[in-house]
């Protein structure tokens, strides 16, 4: 077999003993003759080719070796919905190191855990996040010893790129080797960074993207999920470029407005959105009347989409939304409905490869229709999470069996159906949101003695923090101090974070040892 090939067979994926995925996700399109297709457009009007997107991601590999970086070196990147992610992120594989997309609503508190927490030896980010970014890069002791912008002020990504060699070698790996990390939060607060292979996207973007949504060389696919999410990554980056397909970029915020705009201007054939989106967008609707023509079928993760949602896109656009499930540590969706068999309110059935069992306690299966925890077979899995052998040990189970945290049942026909998560934490707009830490904002008020955070659902069926509060002062309750409380979580945490209910309590239900019984507040 030729060095970084793989052949799919609708039973497994044989890979090349020297695999380095850079190459037939990059390199091969050239030699398929797509140099001159389009496979990034942006909202700036920028188009990149497959001929100049392998070119500077040569260039990207080889500045970034150019900075003496070691093999297996972490390059951390804040970096918004750009051809610059595709560079460097490409680039430092090729190259033989290991790119770590976080999360770009971060917080400084955040970015420093992570920035020690991955002993990274570079870290490049779009300018836009100084704010957040320096102050932890410079609360840090040493860090990362390399600090590139993409653009603007000093000398940027851009910069080394136009000075870099154009010929890059794919550095040796195979498919089992360590590819990519992405750090996933954790019920506790920390986040875990969750150990991704080079066989990994190849997986997700041909079991998934492939025999699943049935992506092709013609699809243009536009994912309102940003990159740094992993189901941004699969679908506003490796499917298309597994496929040889077009990307669109959108580097703002994705609105109701900006996201039908964009659909509107590139004629996307694939829309991949969460749920609270299409809330937002079907709140719109009717306002914007958007033109949805171009696309044949729209995805959502992340979070469960309420059957009222789908049913509603369906009256309005004519098309369906399919549902599925994906996790950090799987990669991509590993559960979901499919083109021509879609159940509302199910997560559908495993993705082609992928094996799903439910457990009880004591880690046998349990019949149809009865709850239990979801364990996930498949080659996708993450290899481990950096640097914590307990959460380790918990969630990765051994010959690429995964602990999801997630209770389903499955009803007598097969489909899965999401019951909640296991512990305690919160997906708020499809990204997770950990009770403890909102509990923590709102506690740094002089008047807030203690707090519970617990999700509840809003008029559209979308889960958002509702906390309970108690007060040192019960009598300064009030419409003026929720005020206060909402401003304060909103400046302090990633903007998603903040309560959208208060309710003042005289005292939290307890457990005998002090823990606050969260299922009764829910209740
Ligand atoms: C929950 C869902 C019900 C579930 C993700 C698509 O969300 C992704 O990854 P995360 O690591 O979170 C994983 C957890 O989120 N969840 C995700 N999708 C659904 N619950 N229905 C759904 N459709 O608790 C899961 O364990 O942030 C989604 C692709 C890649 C991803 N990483």
């Known amino acids: 077999m030729n060095d970084h090939t793989v052949t799919v067979t609708p039973e497994e994926l044989i890979f090349a003993p020297t695999f380095n995925v850079a190459v037939p996700f990059i390199d091969r399109h050239l030699a398929e003759g797509r140099a001159d297709r389009v496979a990034i457009s942006t909202n700036h009007g920028v188009d990149v080719?497959?001929?100049?997107?392998?070119?500077?991601?040569?260039?990207?590999?080889?500045?970034?070796?150019?900075?003496?970086?070691?093999?297996?070196?972490?390059?951390?990147?804040v970096v918004k919905d750009d051809p610059a992610f595709y560079y460097v992120f490409w680039g430092a594989i090729k190259a033989g190191f290991v790119p770590v997309p976080l999360n770009t609503l971060l917080r400084a508190k955040d970015y420093e855990f992570?920035?020690?927490?991955?002993?990274?030896?570079?870290?490049?980010?779009?300018?836009e996040y100084d704010a957040e970014l320096?102050?932890?890069?410079?609360?840090?002791?040493?860090?990362?010893?390399?600090?590139?912008?993409?653009?603007?002020?000093?000398?940027?990504?851009a910069d080394l790129i136009a000075a870099a060699p154009a010929?890059?070698?794919?550095?040796?790996?195979?498919?089992?080797?360590?590819?990519?990390?992405?750090?996933?939060s954790g019920s506790t607060g920390n986040p875990k960074g969750a150990i991704h292979r080079h066989r990994d996207m190849v997986v997700t973007s041909q079991r998934y993207g492939v025999d699943t949504l049935?992506?092709?060389?013609?699809?243009?696919?536009?994912?309102?999920?940003?990159?740094?999410?992993?189901?941004g990554l699969g679908n506003g980056m490796t499917f298309p470029l597994w496929v040889g397909g077009r990307a669109v970029l959108f580097d703002g915020r994705p609105t109701p407005e900006s996201t039908f705009e964009v659909i509107a201007r590139f004629s996307p054939t694939l829309y991949f959105g969460v749920p609270t989106l299409y809330a937002a967008q079907l709140a719109a609707f009717e306002e914007l009347a958007p033109d949805t023509s171009s696309v044949r079928m729209c995805v959502s993760a992340g979070e469960a989409?309420?059957?009222d949602i789908l049913k509603r896109w369906k009256d309005?656009?004519?098309?369906?939304?399919?549902?599925?499930?994906?996790?950090?540590?799987?990669?991509?969706?590993?559960?979901?409905?499919?083109?021509?068999?879609?159940?509302?309110?199910?997560?559908?059935?495993?993705?082609?490869?992928?094996?799903?069992?439910?457990?009880?306690?004591?880690?046998?299966?349990?019949?149809?229709?009865?709850?239990?925890?979801?364990?996930?077979?498949?080659?996708?899995?993450a290899r481990a999470y950096w640097n914590n052998p307990e959460?380790?040990?918990?969630?990765?189970?051994?010959?690429?069996?995964?602990?999801?945290?997630?209770?389903?049942?499955?009803?007598a026909d097969g489909y899965f159906y999401y019951q909640g998560r296991s512990d305690d934490m919160l997906k708020v707009g499809g990204i997770w949101t950990s009770p403890f830490e909102i509990e923590a904002k709102l506690m740094e008020h002089r008047l807030v003695l203690e707090a519970a955070v617990i999700g509840r659902e809003d008029d559209a069926g979308l889960v958002k923090p509702a906390a309970f509060v108690v007060l040192t002062e019960a009598e300064a309750a009030g419409e003026e101090l929720e005020a206060e409380l909402r401003a304060l979580c909103k400046e302090g945490l990633a903007p998603y974070k903040y309560p959208r209910w208060i309710e003042f309590v005289g005292d939290l239900p307890k457990t005998a040892t002090g823990k606050i019984q969260r299922f009764r507040l829910r209740a």
């Open 214 to 231: 049935g992506a092709g060389e013609d699809d243009v696919f536009f994912s309102a999920a940003k990159l740094f999410f992993a189901y």
């Open 305 to 307: 989409l309420p059957p």
């Open 134 to 157: 320096i102050p932890a890069l410079d609360a840090i002791d040493g860090g990362p010893a390399h600090r590139i912008h993409t653009e603007g002020e000093g000398t940027t990504l």
């Open 167 to 184: 010929e890059l070698e794919p550095a040796p790996a195979s498919a089992l080797d360590d590819c990519f990390w992405l750090y996933s």
């Open 49 to 77: 080719t497959y001929g100049e997107l392998a070119d500077r991601v040569n260039r990207a590999g080889n500045a970034l070796a150019g900075l003496g970086l070691l093999p297996g070196d972490r390059v951390l990147m």
């Open 114 to 127: 992570i920035v020690a927490d991955s002993q990274a030896a570079a870290v490049v980010w779009s300018p």
């Open 391 to 411: 959460k380790t040990a918990a969630t990765m189970l051994g010959d690429d069996w995964l602990d999801t945290g997630d209770t389903y049942v499955r009803d």
């Open 316 to 381: 309005r656009t004519g098309l369906d939304i399919l549902d599925g499930i994906g996790s950090t540590e799987l990669l991509h969706i590993f559960i979901s409905n499919r083109p021509d068999d879609i159940k509302p309110g199910s997560s559908g059935k495993p993705v082609p490869s992928y094996t799903a069992r439910i457990v009880d306690e004591d880690g046998n299966d349990v019949p149809p229709g009865e709850g239990g925890r979801l364990l996930v077979h498949g080659l996708s899995a």
